[in-house]
């Protein structure tokens, strides 16, 4: 994993994932966004909750890191077990596997990313976001958007023989008053970014 940027705050990385959303959703933005704090997680989580997003890890991390994932991190990447029920979670375990070779996205705004993240290319807004994974997840990562783009991605590189080039957010610092972090992820709250990039 390269870092490419860190200290990035939540803020870049809600307003990424808002944006990737609203075009998978084919929605807008609510207008009481522009009167969000960024300073408080928990109103964050409220706020996303309240209009449908995924809430609680954006808002649990203050600090993210803006990073290039290589193949090696995908293989150690997990993802959400619904995608293939009864199978792994870890990438790096559904390789050759014939669940992912006949994997495609069930949602036809997958079609802007699918075709070229087929191909091992990777068109701007791409990118995915990630948490460290708990002990009971297995792997390394945790995808908490973006597992079809990781599956279509790794799946290309992995037949064409290339490492890859794709980027993606992973949280650094959990912020200790994040009620979600707290109560869901007291672990994963203890992970810093001095373990998370050793070097």
Request: hydrophobic share 30%.
């Amino acid at each position: 994993m390269k870092i490419l940027r860190p200290n990035v705050d939540r803020k870049e990385v809600i307003d990424f994932y808002l944006e990737s959303d609203n075009v998978k959703k084919n929605g807008t933005i609510p207008a009481d966004y522009s009167t969000l704090d960024w300073n408080d997680p928990n109103a964050l989580d409220c706020w996303l909750r309240k209009h449908g997003y995924k809430f609680g890890i954006m808002p649990g991390y203050k600090e993210w890191a803006y990073v290039q994932l290589s193949k090696d991190d995908l293989m150690d990447t997990v993802i959400v077990s619904s995608i293939f029920p009864g199978s792994a979670r870890r990438l790096g375990d559904l390789i050759d596997t014939q669940a992912l070779k006949e994997w495609v996205p069930d949602r036809d705004s997958s079609k802007a990313w699918y075709e070229p993240l087929s191909k091992g290319d990777v068109p701007k807004g791409c990118d995915i976001i990630l948490r460290h994974s708990t002990k009971g997840e297995g792997g390394k990562y945790y995808v908490e958007d973006g597992s079809g783009r990781s599956i279509c991605y790794l799946r290309a590189i992995h037949n064409l023989h290339r490492d890859s080039e794709i980027c993606g957010y992973i949280g650094t610092k959990p912020d200790p008053s994040s009620n979600f972090m707290r109560e869901k992820f007291s672990k994963l709250a203890l992970i810093t970014s001095e373990k998370i990039f050793p070097d």
